[in-house]
């Protein structure tokens, strides 16, 4: 979609909150009797397509009309334009797009979780190895692991992860979307619910959100994180940007013809912390335990290498320049190094690290 356009229609949204879609959660003195009209002659055309706006329920939902302004439904064109909406309760506010309240933390199983994931995939003759998301939103929580006939599913208050070795979306019509770690899904829907596919290794792994709390680009970001289940995973933390540092890191992609789309690292050791963005031939990050390059030159080339295949199903490479050993692995059109200087960092941790870069938001 065009950029302006889809931003205009973005504010129209905004504005259509204080009368739809956000109407019931403001109390008190600040609520205002009005006398609107639920206008059904209006009609939607998304990227050329009819579309036509529903509740969860499935219930076609129309604009309302009033003072010649119109308000349109906000959740119903949220997820038709992949565009997350939050409300903070605690603040009265509306966020529309990334905000503050859209923070994303690992998932961090205790043992008992982890011990009947790992159960509910051992009952799969060659298809024991488990694999659960490693990130999930804020105030997200794994409620229950259920193996079915032909897959586990983990049953999130948020969320559904079903992994499978069958294709759920070969029957369905779709839209097919590359996502951040440049691996092909699938949008279809079942019923009222988008359900997004995607094969990862031996198998495929389908992420949906029953309540809708969950938009299509947040669905997509905890497909990306699904992955091998290890023994621990505490050891990683979520890396959270501040808006000055965000602005810094797509300063320094934006000096790159060509290569203007930004990247950044989402995970880091538990006890890192991000220092500063630099670019020369590449973007440098450096934290205090590890370094990020982000290129379009493959570092690796001219020496020894060992393959590797990451927990996403990224193909990746070993190499040591010196006394340092570096990963390298190709993200859309281009190259991430990552190393850890004062070696304080395992192979393990760089490669749990590695399936957590992708674009900024």
Same mark, same amino acid.
């Given at each position: 979609?065009?950029?302006?356009?889809? $931003? %205009?229609?973005?504010?129209?949204?905004? &504005?259509?909150?204080?009368?739809?879609?956000?109407?019931?959660?403001?109390?008190?003195?600040?609520?205002?009797?009005?006398?609107?009209?639920?206008?059904?002659?209006?009609?939607?055309?998304?990227?050329?397509?009819?579309?036509?706006?529903?509740?969860?329920?499935?219930?076609?939902?129309?604009?309302? =009309?009033?003072?010649?302004?119109?308000?349109?439904?906000?959740?119903?064109?949220?997820?038709?334009?992949? !565009?997350?909406?939050?409300?903070?309760?605690?603040?009265?506010?509306?966020?529309?797009?990334?905000?503050? =309240?859209?923070?994303?933390?690992?998932?961090?199983?205790? &043992?008992?979780?982890?011990?009947?994931?790992?159960?509910?995939?051992?009952?799969?003759?060659?298809?024991? &190895?488990?694999?659960?998301?490693? +990130? +999930?939103?804020?105030?997200?929580? *794994?409620?229950?692991?259920?193996?079915?006939?032909?897959?586990?599913? *983990?049953?999130?208050?948020?969320?559904?992860?079903?992994?499978?070795? $069958?294709?759920?979306?070969?029957?369905?019509?779709?839209? %097919?979307?590359?996502?951040?770690?440049?691996?092909? &899904?699938?949008?279809?829907t079942i019923g009222d619910t988008s359900m997004l596919t995607v094969k990862v290794d031996d198998r495929y792994v389908t992420v949906s959100s029953p309540n809708k709390s969950l938009s299509k680009a947040q669905v997509e970001k905890v497909v990306v994180s699904v992955a091998k289940v290890g023994a621990v995973q505490s050891d990683l933390a979520t890396v959270t940007y %501040?808006?000055?540092? !965000?602005?810094?890191?797509?300063?320094?992609?934006?000096?790159?013809?060509?290569?203007? !789309?930004?990247?950044?690292?989402?995970?880091?050791?538990?006890?890192?912390?991000?220092?500063?963005?630099?670019?020369?031939?590449?973007?440098?990050?450096?934290?205090?335990?590890?370094?990020?390059?982000?290129?379009? $030159?493959?570092?690796?080339?001219?020496?020894?290498?060992?393959?590797?295949?990451?927990?996403?199903?990224?193909?990746?490479?070993?190499?040591?320049?010196?006394?340092?050993? +570096?990963?390298?692995?190709?993200?859309?059109? $281009?190259?991430? %190094?990552?190393?850890?200087?004062?070696?304080? *960092?395992?192979?393990?941790?760089?490669?749990?690290?590695?399936?957590?870069?992708?674009?900024?938001?």
């Amino acid at each position: 979609m065009n950029k302006n356009i889809k $931003r %205009t229609v973005a504010t129209m949204m905004i &504005a259509g909150m204080t009368v739809s879609g956000a109407a019931g959660v403001y109390a008190g003195t600040n609520m205002q009797k009005i006398n609107a009209f639920l206008n059904y002659s209006i009609g939607f055309k998304i990227d050329g397509s009819t579309y036509i706006p529903k509740d969860e329920n499935g219930n076609k939902l129309a604009p309302i =009309t009033y003072h010649d302004t119109t308000y349109l439904p906000v959740r119903a064109l949220s997820n038709a334009l992949n !565009t997350p909406i939050q409300y903070d309760s605690k603040t009265n506010t509306i966020y529309i797009g990334a905000s503050t =309240t859209d923070q994303w933390v690992l998932t961090n199983y205790t &043992a008992d979780q982890l011990d009947e994931i790992k159960k509910a995939f051992a009952g799969f003759d060659g298809f024991e &190895a488990a694999y659960a998301p490693q +990130m +999930m939103i804020k105030g997200d929580a *794994l409620q229950k692991v259920a193996a079915t006939e032909d897959g586990v599913n *983990l049953l999130f208050k948020n969320m559904t992860v079903n992994v499978s070795p $069958r294709d759920y979306s070969s029957d369905y019509d779709g839209t %097919t979307v590359t996502l951040s770690n440049g691996a092909n &899904a699938k949008w279809y829907t079942i019923g009222d619910t988008s359900m997004l596919t995607v094969k990862v290794d031996d198998r495929y792994v389908t992420v949906s959100s029953p309540n809708k709390s969950l938009s299509k680009a947040q669905v997509e970001k905890v497909v990306v994180s699904v992955a091998k289940v290890g023994a621990v995973q505490s050891d990683l933390a979520t890396v959270t940007y %501040t808006a000055a540092q !965000t602005k810094a890191i797509k300063d320094e992609f934006a000096k790159f013809d060509g290569f203007t !789309t930004a990247y950044a690292p989402t995970k880091m050791a538990k006890d890192d912390a991000f220092q500063k963005v630099a670019s020369g031939d590449s973007v440098s990050f450096s934290f205090k335990h590890m370094n990020v390059q982000i290129s379009p $030159r493959d570092y690796s080339v001219g020496y020894d290498s060992t393959n590797v295949t990451l927990s996403n199903g990224v193909k990746a490479k070993w190499f040591t320049p010196s006394d340092t050993a +570096m990963l390298s692995f190709q993200i859309d059109d $281009r190259y991430v %190094t990552i190393s850890s200087a004062d070696n304080s *960092l395992t192979k393990a941790q760089i490669e749990q690290i590695a399936t957590g870069v992708a674009k900024l938001k």
